[in-house]
């Protein structure tokens, strides 16, 4: 069964601060690893990650997989209130239809 | 990115009732997938939904209580049928225009049964 960790399960910062997001899992046939911000309903696409060792960066954040340990790390920078949210990592799984497995999130809160 | 329309954002039913969920999109795609969100967790994929034939259920999902239709490449409906108050929760949908590329989600629907 393919399986999503990701820590710390909360996270509460001032702004500025940077923060490192965690995620580490286990899949049976690995397509991608995938990160999403949530903050009502709605997951939306951060970053989609498939090799290793190649950051992807989009503005103040950034992420990167490692294949070898199996885990990423999603970085913000210069955190605004803006990024207070759930950060989701997701696993998708080539062999079973393109399944998205899911870890339980890390709930960023960004303190004025 | 494709454009995900899903209806409605929320509803209140009574218990021993259906609801049908409708996810449109404004582009035809490979795949579209049904996911719940219960309360306080994370997403748990329901089904793959097929174009033109059954869906594909994950283990614990059963077509009786969720039954789907996919009649098109663009639109593809939920219901959540005989409804408990264990079924309150967010119904999200999502799709894939390629084998290579990212799945999207849809607003999502907020189900409470009561």
């Known amino acids: 069964e393919d399986k999503v960790v990701q820590s710390p399960l909360s996270l509460v910062v001032h702004e500025g601060d940077t923060v490192t997001l965690n995620c580490s899992y286990e899949?049976?046939?690995?397509?991608?690893l995938l990160w999403y911000k949530q903050e009502k309903k709605a997951p939306t696409f951060l970053f989609m990650l498939t090799s290793s060792g190649i950051e992807k960066k989009s503005g103040r954040l950034s992420s990167i997989l490692d294949k070898k340990e199996l885990f990423s790390i999603l970085n913000i920078t210069a955190t605004q209130t803006g990024d207070s949210a759930v950060y989701l990592c997701a696993v998708e799984n080539g062999g079973s239809n393109y399944k998205l497995t899911f870890g339980k999130g890390t709930l960023l809160t960004v303190n004025p | 990115s494709a454009v995900i329309s899903q209806k409605p954002s929320r509803d209140i039913c009574q218990r021993g009732t259906s609801l049908t969920i409708q996810c449109q999109v404004d582009s035809q795609v490979t795949m579209m997938f049904w996911y719940r969100q219960q309360p306080g967790q994370s997403l748990t994929l329901i089904a793959t939904?097929?174009?033109?034939?059954?869906?594909?259920?994950e283990s614990g999902f059963v077509i009786d209580k969720f039954p789907i239709s996919r009649p098109n490449l663009t639109f593809s409906t939920l219901t959540v049928s005989n409804m408990s108050p264990e079924d309150s929760s967010i119904y999200l949908c999502?799709?894939?225009?390629?084998?290579?590329?990212?799945?999207?989600f849809g607003q999502g629907t907020r189900l409470t049964v009561v």
């Open positions: 899949v049976t046939n690995f397509r991608s």
């Open positions: 939904a097929n174009q033109g034939s059954e869906a594909t259920y």
């Open positions: 999502s799709v894939k225009q390629g084998m290579d590329t990212e799945a999207f």
